[in-house]
């Protein structure tokens, strides 16, 4: 509504100024963050489908060794080990194998983050809030994906892997 009122105010300065177009304060704001805005959707988006590959990986990972070590696992429940210590057997391996991961993550998120500063608003590339969160965010994504495998390896019936030996 004002558009009119502020092309007259600028003509009784100078009559030569081309006026192509009107805008509010709004429309402008919304026009130079819609790049960073897309760049951060489509990053969180990537990062949820990298850790759902990673999580999805290490399940697969740990099914298989799961799978491989049935026997073993049997011998030892025929032998007294205790369901709970074949799951704290098998989540201990998914954990291990995250931590080596989380460290090898740390250390190149530190190293080559200031390529991504460009990108970041209101964080820093090293933050060390945001990268806490993220590893955690990983631990409890792995946490999930080594139980399963363990809980299945801790239900293993001891005598029907006796017999297959």
């Known amino acids: 509504t004002m558009a009119g009122a502020v092309q ?3 003509w009784s300065v100078d009559r030569d100024q081309t006026i192509t177009e ?4 709004e429309e402008a704001m919304r026009e130079a963050l819609a ?11 990537f990062g949820m489908i990298g850790l759902a590959l990673g999580a999805l990986g290490l399940y697969g990972v740990l099914a298989f060794l799961v799978a491989q070590r049935t026997r ?4 030892r429940l025929a032998l007294g080990a205790r369901p709970g210590d074949v799951l704290r057997m098998v989540v201990s391996r998914g954990l291990g ?3 080596v991961g989380i460290a090898i993550g740390g250390v190149l998120a530190l190293a080559l983050g200031r390529f991504m500063a460009g990108v970041l608003y209101g964080v820093e ?3 060390p809030q945001t ?3 993220v590893s955690l965010v990983l631990l409890t994504a792995a946490t999930l994906a080594s139980w399963i495998p363990a809980r299945r390896a801790s239900r293993v019936d001891p005598a029907v892997t ?3 030996e």
């Open 22 to 25: 009107t805008f509010t304060y």
């Open 131 to 133: 990268l806490l969160l």
């Open 162 to 164: 006796l017999r297959e």
């Open 125 to 127: 590339p090293s933050d």
């Open 8 to 10: 007259d105010a600028i």
């Open 72 to 75: 073993e696992i049997g011998v």
């Open 35 to 45: 790049r960073p805005r897309l760049l951060t959707v489509l990053l969180g988006i």
């Open 97 to 99: 194998l995250t931590a």
